[in-house]
């Protein structure tokens, strides 16, 4: 029986067998490697990844989607909301059960967990700074996103498309636009362009306080139009900030390095 796409789920099937060859070359799947896919769907690109990698974990929330998965020997399906999935967790259960499995050749695994997917664009914001908690147990990340949201993960100062986004995103990763997905794509085709990106966590990030660096993040670009001693500067002077920071820029001006180092300043005022 063929599944209809849900528009509540925001599901856009992946049907372009040389786009799918594509993201499996970019993400270079090797056997025995800990991945989780989140939306495999249809498993367009679910089955040549797990051909390469011998077992795949995938998150699906579709009950009928997750239930055609289940009948599929090499996979493991959580059927569940992504955001609500504890990626740390995950992994560790994995790491786990791999080393129960090899403890008798006296193989000990340490790998951490790779994880891609197709994320659905109403949602894809939430999920990436979901991940942001369990990305010390992730190794690389490669998601096919609306373009305009790459756009601005890896919009670099002083451009348009830099924003909060970027921010909170480059701080803890090192990211890249590799690949353009037209929306001819897909089945049913959306009406934006997308495209994949690949996001390495960065080794050694400055241990930063993630929901300060977001909230000074976002009073800084609530009026990006403005000079930020209109926003930011009376938010760092409410709460007596004795140290200097130049607030006669635009929010977009200010590099990733900057913002963190104020939020590190506020920590150990």
Do not use: C
Request: no cysteine; glycine share 6%; aromatic share 6%.
């Amino acid at each position: 029986m063929k599944h209809i796409a849900r528009k509540r789920f925001g599901q856009h099937f992946l049907t372009d067998a040389g786009i799918i060859d594509a993201i499996v070359q970019a993400v270079a799947p090797r056997v025995g490697q800990r991945m989780v896919e989140i939306g495999p769907g249809l498993a367009a690109l679910t089955q040549p990844l797990v051909e390469r990698l011998g077992h795949l974990t995938v998150i699906e929330l579709d009950r009928d989607l997750a239930q055609r998965l289940r009948g599929h020997g090499q996979l493991t399906v959580i059927e569940s909301d992504v955001l609500k999935v504890d990626f740390s967790l995950v992994n560790a259960e994995m790491y786990a059960a791999e080393n129960i499995a090899s403890s008798d050749a006296g193989k000990v695994t340490t790998a951490k967990l790779r994880v891609v997917g197709n994320l659905p664009y109403n949602i894809s914001t939430p999920i990436l700074f979901h991940l942001l908690d369990a990305v010390d147990s992730i190794e690389d990340q490669h998601f096919m996103l609306q373009k305009e949201v790459i756009d601005r993960m890896v919009a670099q100062p002083a451009t348009a498309a830099f924003g909060r986004l970027s921010v909170m995103l480059q701080w803890r990763y090192a990211m890249e636009n590799v690949l353009l997905v037209p929306p001819e794509s897909f089945e049913p085709p959306p009406r934006v362009n997308s495209a994949v990106v690949r996001m390495l966590p960065r080794a050694d990030p400055p241990r930063v306080d993630v929901p300060l660096l977001s909230e000074l993040v976002q009073v800084a670009f609530s009026q990006r139009r403005k000079l930020l001693r209109h926003t930011l500067g009376r938010w760092l002077d409410d709460r007596g900030f004795p140290g200097s920071f130049d607030v006669h820029r635009r929010a977009e001006e200010v590099p990733v390095e900057s913002y963190v180092g104020l939020a590190l300043e506020l920590v150990a005022a």
